[in-house]
Structures are given as structure tokens and as C-alpha cells.
């Protein structure tokens, strides 16, 4: 028995949504909350797979965990193991948060290798360079990394690549290290800033969050604390993307619009009308966008994370638009799903040039990963006639209250067992 979601397109979508709590924020800070000498009580949780997943993490390795309803309260004091579970480790990516919550807290982690969207390599060789530079000693083992420190003590770490992965998990392992660690040509996004808020509330001396020198002033102990998540830029600019791909009008609450600035620049120049209020956007489309062409750059650029619903919104612009997927080499995947439903694109290695067509056409699809599976129901949305989404098990990570939220605007949408 497979789980499905079925569309039938071609309606604008109209009304006003609410944004969850941000996905990459939570399973920084849930891991965070390792950290702590008390209890950690967390607000704004999207509720979603990669929250539950991480909760059975932090259970299994012994700490208590309780709560519902976006809040969760995290009392590390009873774990009893640094070890992460294989099989929950495989289920998403941010396991690999453990690394540095646990050498932090323990100097000492071990952690499968991660799973979550296969989008490209994702090697962690930043990560291991950060701890390294710490002084722990890091090998593998029959798929386990395996962390192990006497003493943590600060470093000045340049990072090769802007990751976001990388500068959350350095910081969560140097907020306890003796002295000063700087982590140069760090990512800037704003999961970064919600996570050093996070920090700081425990007791940490973390500055420069959100730009690319972050630095971080050891402290003996860190305490219990309450903190609120950030809305998620990735779901807003999703229902962003789908309400000017249904020619819609949909007042999107409870986001941050700085944090979106790219993805209402983009909209703009196609066309579209982005009104921005102090929490809010509204999304106003009339007829076809224009094409226009997207680069993936780290934050504050256009996020990788909306090339996927992007290119759907190009594949019905007027026009030939040009994607160029800088950060993750494997993230066209969803394209041959898309040309199922009639989508003109032609993918050269990191570029995809799309020709844009007047109507997509309904057909069964899968979602490949999770912004894959975004991008395929947008294009159901503004598709005619059915399309059928399988593999929602990734959609499902990231997405609170898909469904319900696109019903309240109009949309037919439905979930069914096949
Ligand atoms: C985070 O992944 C997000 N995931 C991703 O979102 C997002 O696409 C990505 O950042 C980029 O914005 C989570 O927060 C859980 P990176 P992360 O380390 O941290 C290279 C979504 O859709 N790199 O910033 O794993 C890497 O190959 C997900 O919500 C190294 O070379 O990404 C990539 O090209 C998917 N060595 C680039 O850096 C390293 O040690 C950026 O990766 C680490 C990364």
C-alpha cells in the first residue's frame, strides 16, 4: 500500500496561509538542546517527519522528551549514550547535528553517516576539518564517524565551501571548547542566526552570526532555556512559487520578508506583484510570468532550495529562462518528472534551459526529494486535469499541514492509499 497525492489542477489558488516553524532551524536546535544542563523547552516546531525522527533520537540515545503541538521540552540530563542509532541516523541529514552537540557536551560522538535527499555527494569534510582543528580526533568506521577529544579548544577554521551544515556544527561543538574559535567564510543563513539566538539563550558567547565571520568565546557550562523557531523561508517561498503558478492571490502570514528578498526579487522581475507587509507577502499573479534566469548562490542569493519549485514556474513562463544549480550537482532530478507533464527542459550539467510552454498536463509522478516533491505538486496545481504524486515519504520531512493548507485556498487536492 502506497500513499499518494492526487491534484486536479488549473485553480487559482486564493486566501491566506500560515508559515511553520523553519525545518533547518529545528533540527539545529533540537540537537542544540544537547548542550544544555537543564531543560530546553522549544516553540514553534513545524510538525513534520524530520521533528519526529529526531525526537526518537534524542530518546533513544536517553534524554526525555516530552510535549506536543509545535512545542517540545528536551531534557538532556538522562542520556546515558553518545552513540546514534544507524537506522533513525539514515532517515535525514541533520543527524549529523549530533557530531557536534555530543563532542561538545561529552568530547566524545558517534555517528552514522546521514541520510536525507539524494541531491548530490554532501561530503562532510568541512565538518570533520572544524572538529579537527578543535582537537578531536575523528575516524571512520564500518559507515560510523567516531569523534573523540580530551580537551576541546578554540581555533580559527576557514571553511572551503560555504555550509550551512559545517558552521551549525562547529558552532555546537566550540560553544563549550576553552578560548576563542572563528569560523571564517561561514554560511549566513538565517537558521545560522536562529540557532546562535538558540545558543546564547543556553549561555553561550556566539557573535557575528549571519555574516561570514562567526566567533565563538568558550563558556564552562551551558544552562536550560526557551526558544522560538523561526518561520520557514523554503515553505513560504513554496506557496510563494504555487500562488503565482496558479495565477492566485494568497496572503502568505507569519513569515520574515527579509529573509525572502531573493525569491520576491525573482518573482518580480517576472512579473508578478510581491507586496510585503511587517509579517506578511502577498502574492498577486495575472497571466503567464516572464522567463527570466536563476542562479543558486548561499544566502542571501536565490536558495537551491526553491530551484526545483522555480523551475516549474518557468516551465509555463513566456520565454526561455536558464537555471544554474551552483550548490548541489544532483538537483535536476525532478525534470524528468516534470517533462512527463509536458515540460520543455533541457539539462547540461548544472544548467537546465527551460522553454517555457503554456499549460503543463496532468500526469502520475514521483517526488524525487523533498523540494523535488514541492516543485511536482506546484506543477500539479497549475497543471490540467490529474496528476498523481507517489513517494511522499520525503515530502512528509518537510512540509507541516500540506494538504490542509492548499485546500484552504482553493485547491483539490487529497491524500489516498493505492
Ligand atoms: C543544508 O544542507 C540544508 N539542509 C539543505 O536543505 C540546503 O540545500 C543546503 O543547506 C544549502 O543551503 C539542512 O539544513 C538539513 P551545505 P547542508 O553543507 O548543510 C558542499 C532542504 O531542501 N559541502 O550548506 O548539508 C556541499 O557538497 C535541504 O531543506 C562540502 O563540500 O548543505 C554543497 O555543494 C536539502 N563539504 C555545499 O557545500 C562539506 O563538508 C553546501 O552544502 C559540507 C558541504
Redesign the pocket.
Known amino acids: 500500500m502506497e500513499e499518494k497525492l492526487v491534484i486536479r489542477g488549473n485553480r487559482k489558488l486564493a486566501g491566506e496561509i500560515s508559515i511553520s516553524g523553519a525545518?533547518?532551524?529545528a533540527?539545529?536546535i533540537i540537537p542544540a538542546a544537547i548542550l544544555a544542563d537543564g531543560i530546553c523547552t522549544i516553540k514553534n516546531l513545524p510538525d513534520i517527519d524530520?521533528v519526529r525522527h529526531l525526537k526518537e533520537l534524542l530518546q533513544h540515545c536517553g534524554a526525555k522528551v516530552h510535549g506536543a503541538d509545535g512545542e517540545m521540552t528536551v531534557n538532556s540530563g538522562t542520556i546515558k549514550s553518545h552513540k546514534v542509532d544507524f537506522e533513525l541516523a539514515k532517515k535525514?541529514?541533520?543527524s549529523?547535528?549530533f557530531l557536534g552537540a555530543f563532542l561538545g557536551k561529552f568530547k566524545k560522538a558517534e555517528v552514522p553517516f546521514?541520510g536525507?535527499?539524494d541531491?548530490?555527494?554532501?561530503?562532510?569534510?568541512?565538518?570533520?576539518?572544524g572538529f579537527e582543528a578543535l582537537g578531536a580526533k575523528i575516524k571512520v568506521e564500518h559507515g560510523i564517524i567516531k569523534a573523540k577529544a580530551t580537551e576541546l579548544v578554540g581555533a580559527s577554521i576557514y571553511?572551503?565551501?560555504?555550509?550551512?551544515?559545517?558552521?551549525?556544527n562547529i558552532m555546537l561543538a566550540a560553544c563549550k571548547a576553552r578560548g576563542l574559535t572563528t569560523i571564517e567564510n561561514a554560511?549566513k543563513?538565517p537558521?545560522i542566526v536562529d540557532i546562535a539566538n538558540l545558543l546564547n539563550a543556553m549561555g553561550a558567547n556566539v557573535k557575528g552570526a549571519g555574516t561570514d565571520v562567526i566567533k565563538i568565546k568558550g563558556v564552562e557550562q551551558l544552562h536550560g532555556c526557551e526558544h522560538s523557531i523561526i518561520p520557514d523561508m523554503?515553505e513560504a517561498g513554496t506557496y510563494m512559487i504555487a500562488a503565482a503558478a496558479t495565477h492566485g492571490d494568497v496572503l502568505i502570514r507569519n513569515v520574515i520578508p527579509t529573509h525572502l528578498e531573493s525569491v520576491s526579487a525573482k518573482l518580480r522581475e517576472m512579473g508578478i506583484e510581491v507586496l510585503e507587509y511587517e509579517d506578511a507577502v502577498n502574492i498577486k499573479a495575472n497571466g503567464r510570468p516572464k522567463a527570466v534566469n536563476v542562479k543558486?548562490i548561499?544566502?542571501p542569493g536565490f536558495?537551491?532550495?526553491l530551484q526545483q519549485p522555480m523551475s516549474v514556474l518557468l516551465s509555463i513562463a513566456d520565454g526561455t529562462g536558464i537555471i544554474t544549480e551552483?550548490?548541489?550537482?544532483g538537483?535536476f532530478k525532478h525534470v524528468d518528472e516534470l517533462k512527463r507533464m509536458g515540460a520543455k527542459i533541457k539539462v547540461e550539467g548544472r544548467v537546465a534551459i527551460i522553454d517555457g510552454i503554456n499549460r503543463l498536463s496532468g500526469s502520475p509522478v514521483t517526488a524525487t526529494?523533498?523540494?523535488a516533491g514541492a516543485a511536482m505538486v506546484i506543477a500539479g496545481l497549475a497543471a490540467d486535469g490529474e496528476t498523481t504524486i507517489g513517494n511522499l515519504k520525503h515530502i512528509d520531512r518537510?512540509y507541516e499541514g500540506l494538504v490542509d493548507k492548499l485546500s484552504s485556498l482553493g485547491a483539490e487536492i487529497r491524500r489516498i492509499e493505492e
Open positions: 525545518k533547518n532551524s533540527v539545529g524530520d535525514m541529514r541533520a549529523y547535528y546521514p536525507g535527499c541531491i548530490g555527494i554532501r561530503p562532510i569534510d568541512q565538518h570533520i576539518k571553511l572551503d565551501v560555504v555550509s550551512v551544515g559545517a558552521t551549525i554560511a543563513e537558521y523554503m543558486t548561499p544566502y536558495p537551491t532550495d551552483s550548490i548541489w550537482e538537483r526529494d523533498l523540494r518537510g
